[in-house]
């Protein structure tokens, strides 16, 4: 059974469709990205997910109920929106003890100080939230949404604000988190980069609509015509190796940059155009398949889909 | 219930760490309070404890009630302004145990400071009396029934108000209640020179009154829904 299963989700706000025929499901110990630009509808999908709004149609469950409607269940959700849910006036202490009492945890205090030692911020237990720096309150902000060790984590920009060495402190916990206790984890991010380091299925929303839900790998894989770097040992040679290419079955397009070729082909070509060179007495330094990164193709899923990055 | 205790306490200590909002609530209760006692000094000359009755009345459930306006946007709209309840939405805890939880929080402070301001209402009408001036025992079952039952009422309706609108209508609210406040304050004077003796009868009215009014608050707050509130998030 899908931990998260979402389907055919519509919201309209007086009328006016935000959202329309959201369909996905996110697996046990999954790790899922949720991509979009601004507006496409990823905060309303999210919140009808949470419980906090209700669909126009269709259905979101977690763990097949409506997480809205199930108090109890919420108590294996854990959540870090936008807003890190902290209270200002409030200590690091107090504002972890408030949602530790809420979760009913026990022996909060062995884990408030564990969650302050995690995310490295013990020295400022005393300290009242408002005092912290932006990076440093996303970082209690994460910490709250795991002080009771949910089993489902929704997790909406959790690196935002964040320096690079605690964005790969929150990448490792979230990684951690889904290999090591198979924590499932719904996480919408603008970090491209990160989502393809630790998402295992992303779907991309633009104008209220999914328009690619997929791996990652096939994502990248996908609708493409493989691209190699050739990089030579002599640069002189390019325009030849550039003519000898040409003429293989199954290449598209050559160009030349310094001492680097670049070819478009079919996949079956590669072997072909590589032996071709080397008959032909090209010294090759390394040949490289480019692949998309997850970025080249949302901003391709984006662009065709007619919206704004 | 341990849910709405939860919050409950989060907020009464929130409410009494927040230093600024206390001091202006003591200011108002002790300013009010303040004015009252020479009122019931002057006034009450020839019927001093029916004076000072009708004034701890009036007072206690006007000042308690002003009180509960001061510090209840602290708690609701401020959380609202700034996000967090979403966040407290989607814990295991229900709508009415944020909600009753947050009534209690900030009911309990406001009473507190209500009963501040009386004491310091019967202390100044005591300077210059002969003899020690107190109020009469339904007075004190008013203070301590009728009293709370109107501050957690208005606390709630505030709550309620707050979190089903959005921040432009609570802003426009929020003058229209705080000049309707200014003006029972400022219209005690009046109140004074009645110097009517509270019976039993009206005690047992203004109880029957707040109980009615906490009730008819309890289902309002069966209206807020989720939804209303997060669309109104600003």
């Known amino acids: 059974m899908a931990v998260i299963a979402v389907e055919n989700l519509a919201k309209s706000f007086n009328g006016s469709p935000v959202i329309e025929d959201i369909s996905f499901q996110v697996s046990g110990g999954e790790v899922f990205g949720f991509l979009g630009p601004n507006g496409a509808g990823k905060t309303t999908t999210i919140r009808i997910v949470l419980g906090l709004l209700q669909p126009t149609a269709g259905t979101a469950r977690v763990m097949g109920s409506d997480l809205g409607r199930n108090d109890a269940l919420r108590r294996s959700v854990g959540v870090l929106l936008e807003n890190n849910g902290l209270y200002g006036r409030l200590s690091a202490y107090d504002n972890l003890r408030y949602y530790a009492d809420i979760y009913r945890v026990a022996d909060p205090d062995t884990r408030i100080r564990d969650l302050l030692d995690l995310v490295d911020l013990t020295e400022f237990a005393e300290s009242p939230i408002g005092n912290f720096s932006v990076g440093m309150q996303r970082k209690m902000g994460l910490a709250r949404a795991i002080i009771h060790d949910p089993a489902i984590l929704f997790l909406d920009e959790p690196t935002s604000g964040l320096d690079p060495e605690a964005q790969r402190l929150v990448r490792d916990l979230i990684l951690d988190l889904s290999r090591e206790k198979n924590r499932t984890v719904f996480l919408n991010s603008h970090n491209l980069d990160e989502v393809q380091r630790i998402c295992t299925n992303v779907a991309i929303l633009q104008q209220g609509r999914i328009r690619a839900y997929d791996s990652v790998e096939h994502l990248r894989a996908s609708e493409q015509t493989p691209v190699y770097l050739l990089t030579l040992a002599d640069p002189a040679a390019a325009e030849r190796a550039c003519t000898l290419v040409r003429g293989v079955e199954g290449v598209g397009s050559c160009s030349v940059d310094g001492d680097v070729v670049t070819v478009s082909l079919d996949g079956a070509a590669a072997p072909r155009m590589l032996r071709e060179l080397v008959r032909a007495g090209v010294d090759l330094i390394e040949a490289r398949r480019v692949t998309r990164s997850l970025e080249d193709v949302y901003l391709d899923v984006v662009h065709r889909s007619g919206g704004e990055v | ?234």
């Open chain 2, 1 to 234: 219930m341990k849910g709405t205790v939860t919050v409950a306490r989060k907020e009464m200590r929130q409410v009494v760490g927040t230093k600024s909002a206390v001091l202006v609530a003591l200011f108002f209760a002790v300013w009010f309070g303040g004015l009252g006692g020479p009122a019931v000094a002057v006034i009450g000359s020839e019927a001093a404890e029916s004076t000072l009755d009708t004034g701890v009345f009036y007072m206690g459930l006007v000042i308690g009630i002003f009180v509960a306006y001061l510090l209840s946007g602290q708690v609701f709209l401020r959380e609202k302004q700034e996000g967090i309840i979403a966040t407290l939405l989607v814990t295991p805890l229900s709508l009415r145990e944020i909600w009753l939880g947050k009534v209690i929080g900030v009911a309990v402070p406001a009473y507190a400071i209500a009963l501040a301001g009386v004491g310091v209402l019967v202390g100044v009408a005591n300077i210059p009396a002969e003899a020690l001036l107190l109020p009469s025992p339904p007075v004190i079952v008013h203070l301590v029934v009728a009293v709370p039952l109107f501050i957690a009422s208005a606390v709630g309706l505030l709550g309620f108000i707050q979190f089903l609108f959005g921040l432009r209508e609570n802003q426009i609210l929020n003058i229209v209640i705080f000049a309707g406040l200014f003006f029972l304050l400022f219209s005690m004077q009046a109140v004074f020179e009645t110097g009517i003796a509270v019976t039993w009868v009206q005690v047992g009215a203004t109880v029957l009154a707040g109980a009615v009014l906490l009730g008819v608050t309890n289902l309002a707050a069966g209206f807020l829904s989720k939804e209303k509130i997060v669309r109104t998030i600003p």
